[in-house]
């Protein structure tokens, strides 16, 4: 029993899992992104974008790597992490029939760790911590423009085709010239 108690203690405290969430909803839409990394190391993205966009990308686990989470591990390491209280509930986004949610639930060696923020101001610092999550999740998955519109990306599109074109058009066949293209197309 004693071995067992003294391995433990040894052990760094590392991340068994976290959850993350986010909603916006009123009467007119529902805006969900949540990101869920389990104990088995598989990453996994769902959002969802209705009536507006009518999106939904159900989600599609990764396998995360050492250096991933070694990324997450100094994300999580912020002393901002450390400051937030449990709970940060009340009305104050200022219309009545509005959601305005973001969970971050963190799963420890040495224990749970729960941040709710329900229609209330962000506390200092929690808009960037979770910005920091949101795009560590969307660039491991590779799903960096999931939550831009449709015209967004259209437009996005449109400019970079150009661009590719532009550089198609000027290739007076350099290795750096026919690379961009290729990377715009």
């Not at 920091?132 to 960096?144: C, H, K, R, S, T």
Request: glycine share 4%; aromatic share 8%.
């Amino acid at each position: 029993e004693k071995k067992r108690t003294a391995a433990a203690v040894e052990q760094p405290d590392r991340i068994i899992s976290f959850a993350y969430e986010k909603v916006e909803a009123d009467s007119s839409r529902i805006f969900r992104y949540a990101a869920e990394l389990s104990e088995a190391g598989d990453l996994s993205v769902q959002f969802d974008d209705l009536p507006r966009e009518h999106r939904h990308v159900p989600p599609a686990p990764k396998r995360i790597t050492k250096d991933d989470m070694e990324i997450l591990e100094k994300i999580f390491s912020n002393e901002s992490w450390a400051s937030f209280r449990n709970e940060y509930r009340g009305s104050s986004t200022g219309l009545e029939n509005t959601l305005k949610l973001w969970r971050i639930k963190l799963v420890r060696i040495s224990g749970v760790k729960e941040v709710i923020v329900e229609n209330e101001l962000e506390p200092d610092g929690f808009a960037n911590f979770r910005g920091d999550l949101e795009i560590w999740a969307n660039n491991v998955l590779g799903v960096q423009s999931i939550e831009r519109s449709r015209d967004e990306l259209e437009k996005s599109s449109r400019e970079n085709e150009a661009l590719g074109d532009e550089k198609w058009d000027k290739r007076d066949v350099q290795d750096r010239n026919l690379s961009d293209a290729i990377a715009c197309y």
